[in-house]
């Protein structure tokens, strides 16, 4: 059975992160909504010039259509042994459809509360040149900090603002918390303590992952 892996957590909370670790440790691509819906639009197909006429418009790309790009990304080759999801689901109605599309899911969701979410994106700088993400020990440094990738500046997104964190978070805990309920029963998910240093985020994840991969083997 496919190694299916769907990461939750609010903003900050590191999940690119840790599903780009999993992915390297289990051999399957990690895939992130953004990056699914970028691919389609530059690959200029059908479904790409809908992703990006709404996108145009400023709209939010709606329940259908994100399913239809992540139908179209788990048909691919790559993900034929399985694959990590970053960004999707976040509606109950995108859940329900990935039931359809994918066996044996393992939900995991990087709980972190607020005031250290607050913190951490409010802290973060990125690169005014390439758009790379400071290490938060050199972002620490200030004005003279300098992207470790290209020597660039060093600055803060707009919406890395506290207020605007603060009002991130309001709306996903108003839209995707709800995923939780629709999780939280099944064996296959487990919420893991995002107050740890990311290594150790990694190795809980790992072990919980490991465990049940081991108990639906021995079905």
Do not use: H, W
């Not at 299916?4 to 289990?26: C, D, E, F, S």
């Not at 990304?73 to 999801?85: H, N, P």
């Not at 296959?188 to 240093?197: H, N, R, V």
């Amino acid at each position: 059975m496919a190694l299916n892996i769907v990461m939750l957590g609010p903003p900050g909370a590191g999940k690119g992160t840790q599903a780009a670790r999993l992915a390297q440790r289990y051999g399957v691509p990690a895939v992130s909504t953004g990056d699914m819906l970028r691919d389609a639009v530059q690959a200029g197909t059908e479904l790409g010039r809908r992703v990006k006429a709404v996108m145009e418009r400023g709209d939010l790309v709606g329940d259908d259509l994100i399913v239809e790009i992540v139908r179209e990304r788990l048909r691919r080759a790559d993900t034929a042994k399985g694959v990590v999801l970053d960004g999707f689901p976040r509606t109950t109605a995108q859940a329900e459809a990935l039931d359809a599309m994918a066996d044996g899911l393992i939900v995991l969701d990087i709980a972190v509360p607020d005031d250290e979410l607050v913190r951490r994106l409010s802290s973060r700088r990125i690169c005014r040149d390439c758009g790379a993400v400071a290490d938060p020990a050199v972002a620490a440094r200030g004005a003279a900090a300098a992207c470790a990738r290209c020597g660039g500046g060093l600055v803060q997104r707009s919406d890395d603002r506290e207020d605007v964190v603060r009002e991130r978070l309001k709306v996903y805990q108003q839209r995707t918390r709800p995923l939780l309920d629709y999780y939280r029963q099944r064996p296959s998910f487990e919420s893991i303590d995002g107050l740890q240093a990311t290594d150790a985020v990694a190795e809980t994840i790992a072990r919980v992952v490991d465990r049940m991969v081991t108990a639906r083997q021995g079905r």
